[in-house]
């Protein structure tokens, strides 16, 4: 068995009706088509499943790493609890014109109707424009009956709240908030590993290829909403330099943010899970044994849960730093 190492993934490009360039253009991702809007970094969706790029094990499925490696991969709690399904799903979205307004079924609505997780979520804006923004929740509460009538008349998007954004807002996503990634938006989004989405409105778009309005669906999310309101959608956070400091710990993951501005040695001895870095900013080298791995704007690299120490070098980096 060939021994375990900081893993790059093959991205997962991903065409989408409202997809743009920059994931191609700034963010190097290899592609000749001109609407990619997602490109899933490490992924084990069923159809999706993502595979090594880099080292003795490149070629292979994280699926197979999974099966081969087990609580060596990702922890032994974490294997326990999810065996061969690994457990979150990353990506980095660019939407050139606004996404569907949507919202994701709880973990217990998802395995009734579709045998899957839920899709909780998180976002961290990359980048956007001047006078981009975000729809999360709602205005003021409302009940159901008045949900549906705004959809009949065309009205849903008056009782949505709308944020303006800049980079480096975070926003955490629990099922059943309502929500839409607004244009001009590119931003890093760790969920949980399910593609369960139920499509409220979606600006009366036509499909290219199809020639016809996606599919919505209304009486599936309706039960999904959560109606109600609440103070602050947005996630208050501060760095500390060459040091992680807390974004988003929720039940399903945590993810921190590192400034890097030097020399960071990091020691997950008694952390029984995987770490993913995401580049947001810069680039940084990641030193393992006597191997150095360069990680630059816009990369993914997975720590397998057996190596328990590592140093991160770099001038002027930012680094989500995800585990279970």
């Keep these: 068995m060939k021994q375990l190492y900081p893993i790059k993934f093959e991205p997962i490009l991903k065409e989408r009706i409202w997809g743009g360039t920059k994931l191609t253009s700034t963010f190097k991702k290899n592609s000749d088509k001109t609407n990619i809007g997602e490109s899933w970094e490490i992924s084990g969706v069923e159809g999706d499943v993502s595979i090594v790029a880099n080292g003795p094990l490149k070629g292979q499925t994280l699926k197979t790493l999974l099966q081969t490696y087990k609580g ?23 939407a050139k014109t606004p996404l569907s307004i949507q919202v994701h079924p709880s973990n217990e609505i998802a395995k009734k109707r579709h045998n899957s997780f839920g899709k909780n ?13 975000l729809i999360v929740g709602f205005k003021e509460k409302i009940d159901t009956n008045e949900y549906i009538l705004a959809l009949q008349q065309g ?41 369960i989405t139920y499509r409220i409105y979606d600006y009366e778009r036509v499909d290219k290829k199809t020639g016809k309005q996606r599919e919505l669906h209304t009486e599936l999310a309706v039960n999904a909403i959560d109606f109600n309101t609440y103070n602050n959608y947005k996630t208050n956070y501060d760095t500390i330099k060459n040091k992680p400091a807390k974004l988003v710990h929720s039940p399903y993951f945590k993810t921190n943010i590192i400034e890097l501005t030097n020399e960071l040695k990091l020691d997950y001895n008694i952390l029984d899970s995987f770490v993913i870095f995401i580049c947001v900013e810069g680039n940084f080298s990641l030193n393992y044994n006597e191997d150095e791995f360069n990680i630059n704007k816009g990369e993914t690299v997975l720590l397998p849960a057996s190596i328990s120490q590592v140093t991160l070098k770099g001038k002027n980096a930012k680094i989500l730093e995800v585990y279970l």
């Design 72 to 94: 060596s991969f990702v922890g032994n709690k974490v294997y326990e609890t999810f065996k061969d399904n690994f457990p979150v799903l990353i990506k980095f979205i660019d």
């Design 121 to 133: 979520e998180m976002w961290y804006i990359m980048d956007c424009d001047e006078d981009a923004e």
């Design 155 to 195: 009205n849903i998007l008056d009782v949505l709240n709308t944020e303006k954004i800049e980079t480096g807002d975070v926003f955490y996503i629990p099922t059943g908030r309502v929500h839409a990634i607004g244009a001009g938006t590119v931003l890093a989004e760790i969920q949980q590993t399910s593609d």
